[in-house]
């Protein structure tokens, strides 16, 4: 396969194929949820635990890469796809894997509002940086960012919200509907780009795998080490922060950093994540309830 041929087929994908399942799942979650809800969840957590959370959500994982870049012989391409993976946090349909999962749902929104909030102002701040550590001008310009966070997060979201508002009986009827039907289409477009990224991820080194799951590791263990909260609140925020929005690294490493090549490892790591969402509610239940740090 060539890979002009398959960024350009990777362009169509981006605009058109997983946006459409994504809005319509992003608005079922926000018929999902409310107002006075997210806001609460904001303000169970201190300055000093949101510090922390800015610490194990944006600097963490990519100091991370950076030394795991040191210690493996990554090619370049898989350093900088795990490191753009680690950039970005917040995929934007964890609210409701959150839900299926028996998580809470309204504290996985509010992190993903959060983040999303600052994701304009630390993406660009932290490539600027490592760039500079590499003696490279890198740059990622808020505005893309800000584009993509309204069309795929807070647009749709909004309208859910405002849908509920509007017509509460109705949207309770939709929420199904618009469930089944776009984790139907979603679930068609994964794997179709499974198909289609299948053998570029046969050339990809042996330590990929490996290092993409010690990237996830490390983000729930940033989590559950940093934010010092109740075991629930714990582990809902170390999933959320484990499941990164591969779709905007993808984004940002071909567009922004002009590194197509850097697409195996992100697959990978979307590869390696999907098992660990469904092994890590299994491996940590929560049995036990503890008072928020202050």
Same mark, same amino acid.
């Given at each position: 396969?060539?890979?002009?041929?398959?960024?350009?087929?990777?362009?169509?994908?981006?605009?058109?194929?997983f946006p459409l399942p994504v809005?319509?799942?992003?608005?079922?979650?926000?018929?999902?949820?409310?107002?006075?809800?997210?806001?609460?969840?904001w303000k169970r957590l201190t300055?000093?635990?949101?510090?922390?959370?800015?610490?194990?959500?944006?600097?963490?994982?990519?100091?991370?890469?950076?030394?795991?870049?040191?210690?493996?012989?990554?090619?370049?391409?898989?350093?900088?796809?795990?490191?753009?993976?680690?950039?970005?946090?917040?995929?934007?349909?964890?609210?409701?894997?959150?839900?299926?999962?028996?998580?809470?749902?309204?504290?996985?929104?509010?992190?993903?509002?959060?983040?999303?909030?600052?994701?304009?102002?630390?993406?660009?701040?932290?490539?600027? @940086?490592?760039?500079?550590?590499?003696?490279?001008?890198?740059?990622?310009?808020?505005?893309?960012?800000?584009?993509?966070?309204?069309?795929?997060?807070?647009?749709?979201?909004?309208?859910?919200?405002?849908?509920?508002?509007?017509?509460?009986?109705?949207?309770?009827?939709?929420?199904?509907? @618009?469930?089944?039907?776009?984790?139907?289409?979603?679930? @068609?477009?994964?794997?179709?780009?499974?198909? +289609?990224?299948?053998?570029?991820?046969?050339?990809?080194?042996?330590?990929?795998?490996?290092?993409?799951?010690?990237?996830?590791?490390?983000?729930?263990?940033?989590?559950?080490?940093?934010?010092?909260?109740?075991?629930?609140?714990?582990?809902?925020?170390?999933?959320?922060?484990?499941?990164?929005?591969?779709?905007?690294?993808?984004?940002?490493?071909?567009?922004?950093?002009?590194?197509?090549?850097?697409?195996?490892?992100?697959?990978?790591?979307?590869?390696?994540?999907?098992?660990?969402?469904?092994?890590?509610?299994?491996?940590?239940?929560?049995?036990?309830? +503890?008072?928020?740090?202050?």
């Amino acid at each position: 396969m060539r890979w002009a041929n398959f960024f350009g087929w990777r362009g169509f994908y981006m605009r058109f194929l997983f946006p459409l399942p994504v809005f319509v799942l992003m608005v079922s979650i926000g018929m999902s949820l409310r107002l006075p809800d997210l806001v609460a969840q904001w303000k169970r957590l201190t300055w000093s635990a949101w510090l922390r959370l800015l610490l194990a959500t944006f600097i963490v994982p990519p100091v991370f890469v950076l030394l795991l870049h040191r210690l493996m012989p990554l090619r370049p391409a898989e350093a900088i796809g795990l490191f753009m993976v680690a950039v970005v946090p917040g995929a934007p349909l964890v609210s409701r894997k959150m839900a299926r999962l028996g998580f809470d749902m309204h504290l996985a929104a509010s992190y993903q509002v959060w983040g999303a909030c600052l994701t304009p102002v630390m993406i660009p701040l932290v490539v600027f @940086l490592t760039g500079k550590f590499y003696n490279r001008d890198l740059w990622i310009s808020p505005l893309l960012l800000i584009e993509q966070i309204a069309a795929k997060q807070f647009v749709p979201l909004l309208l859910g919200m405002l849908l509920v508002r509007l017509a509460p009986e109705r949207s309770k009827k939709l929420v199904p509907a @618009l469930n089944v039907g776009g984790n139907v289409v979603l679930v @068609l477009v994964i794997l179709l780009v499974l198909i +289609k990224v299948a053998p570029s991820l046969l050339g990809v080194t042996v330590w990929l795998p490996f290092a993409a799951l010690l990237l996830a590791i490390v983000c729930i263990a940033a989590i559950r080490l940093l934010v010092r909260a109740d075991v629930a609140t714990g582990r809902t925020l170390a999933i959320c922060n484990v499941n990164r929005f591969v779709g905007m690294a993808l984004l940002l490493t071909g567009q922004s950093l002009h590194r197509n090549d850097a697409l195996p490892a992100v697959a990978c790591y979307a590869l390696v994540v999907a098992f660990v969402t469904i092994l890590y509610p299994r491996l940590f239940p929560t049995n036990q309830v +503890k008072a928020l740090a202050a």
